[in-house]
């Protein structure tokens, strides 16, 4: 089945240290996305990739990176320069250049300690 | 963006029509209403979108008033899992193939009752 993965569904990580979240696509989706939710709140965006080797900076992108060497994958690197990394992250794909909606992944769920 | 603006919380007895209001006064005239849900701790779903007409699928219907500045989201016959965040969004499609960025705020908490 098409769909798409976040992996792992619960990480924990000490103060200080950088953390990766995998988030990979079988949909053949042009743009994939990042969001961080807080309890309680909506979706922000951090970083958004249309095409390979392209990405742009959401809404919150300040102390994250992300790469996209492949069209299959966007992860998200939370870096020690995160001062509140720990939150829901959820990563989401869809086509380019047409209204059709978001496919999200199940979320990763980041705690620092 | 549009801004959009919804209650906060709604209760529906199970085996009830659920109606979720939306208003989105500030539309334009190529934004589309997008409206998605999010079950407990679970990635958002997608549910239903419109740009002017009124659109049905399997899950829900889409109400969107003749001058676009509302919508309301209908559950044909609420069940407990539809108990869920609900967000209503505006957004213009990506043009020249540029992907459509979305935007939610803090939804509707439905709660579907026995």
């Known amino acids: 089945d098409g769909g798409i993965t976040q992996s792992p569904k619960y990480l924990f990580r000490k103060e200080g240290q950088n953390v990766t979240l995998s988030c990979e696509q079988n949909?053949?989706?042009?743009?994939m996305y990042w969001y961080r939710q807080d309890p309680g709140q909506g979706l922000r965006l951090i970083y958004y990739?249309?095409?390979?080797?392209?990405?742009q900076k959401g809404d919150i992108a300040e102390g994250y990176s992300v790469s996209r060497e492949k069209k299959e994958s966007f992860p998200l690197t939370v870096t020690s320069a995160q001062k509140n990394p720990t939150a829901f992250y959820l990563c989401?794909?869809?086509?380019?250049?047409?209204?059709?909606?978001?496919?999200f992944g199940s979320g990763t769920r980041l705690t620092v300690v | 963006d549009a801004k959009t603006t919804q209650p906060p919380s709604m209760d529906c007895a199970e085996g009830r029509a659920a109606n979720l209001p939306c208003n989105h006064s500030?539309?334009?005239?190529?934004?589309?209403v997008y409206w998605y849900r999010q079950i407990h701790s679970q990635g958002p779903q997608y549910i239903i979108h419109?740009?002017?007409n009124n659109e049905t699928n399997e899950m829900a219907s889409l109400i969107i008033t003749e001058d676009r500045k509302s919508s309301t989201l209908i559950l044909p016959h609420a069940t407990l899992r539809d108990t869920a965040v609900y967000y209503c969004?505006?957004?213009?499609?990506?043009?020249?193939?540029?992907?459509?960025?979305?935007?939610f705020g803090t939804g509707t908490r439905l709660q579907v009752t026995l």
């Open positions: 500030t539309i334009s005239g190529n934004e589309y």
């Open positions: 969004i505006v957004r213009v499609a990506g043009e020249g193939g540029t992907a459509s960025k979305l935007t």
């Open positions: 419109g740009l002017k």
């Open positions: 949909l053949n989706h042009d743009a």
């Open positions: 989401a794909s869809s086509w380019a250049g047409t209204a059709g909606g978001y496919t």
């Open positions: 990739s249309q095409i390979v080797n392209d990405f």
